[in-house]
């Protein structure tokens, strides 16, 4: 279980523990009874889990196939609200050098000295937790891109004399040919 994991159940264990009512942290379903502790101890994290869950748990246990802690609904990554697809790309790039240029350089400078213990799959789920609009980041060659009005922005990133230098692209949307 990496970091991020660890930090979101410890979260989650002490509203638990407080008496929180919350979604169930395994299938996210408003399905846990108000009273904590009647619901179902996980048998994959010491969080309670809701009784449909506890059961699915077991079942797969038994079949030897558990469902991997990635897949719970807790560590889905959580979205920023928003995205750019109702404006330009070069409306969406300046608000992006605005909001998120200085972040994203800094996890890329960090991925490649190779500073950071995280592996670029959690990284990811950072990155799109943190930049609004954000489809999909690339490692190698490091890259993000965003939906957006005209089509795709792109945003590449590269190290020239230890200075980030962040070129971008809007790639137009294919027209219909009908
Ligand atoms: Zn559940």
């Known amino acids: 279980m990496n970091e991020r994991m660890q930090r979101i159940l410890a979260d989650l264990k002490a509203r638990q523990e407080a008496g929180e ?11 846990m009874k ?3 502790y009647t619901n179902a101890l996980s048998r ?15 079942k797969l ?26 404006v ?9 050098q605005e909001t998120q240029l200085d972040y994203l350089k800094d996890v890329f400078t960090a991925w ?6 995280d592996d670029f799959a959690e990284k ?9 609009g954000l489809k999909e980041i690339w490692e190698q060659p490091f890259m993000v891109t965003y939906a957006v009005r005209d089509g795709e922005l792109v945003l590449r990133f ?15 949307k294919q027209e219909d040919e009908a």
């Open 21 to 31: 009512h919350m979604a169930c942290p395994r299938c996210g379903c408003d399905t």
């Open 34 to 36: 108000p009273e904590i």
């Open 44 to 58: 994959q994290a010491d969080i309670m889990v809701c009784d449909d869950c506890g059961m699915s748990e077991a």
């Open 61 to 86: 246990a038994f079949m030897g196939n558990p469902m991997p802690l990635t897949q719970w609904a807790c560590f889905k990554p959580r979205r920023p609200d928003g995205d750019f697809k109702a």
């Open 88 to 96: 330009t790309g070069e409306e969406a790039w300046a608000e992006i």
């Open 112 to 117: 490649i000295s190779g500073d950071t213990q």
């Open 124 to 132: 990811r789920i950072d990155v799109k937790e943190h930049c609004k």
């Open 158 to 172: 590269r190290m020239n004399n230890g200075e980030v230098e962040v070129a971008h692209d809007v790639t137009g």
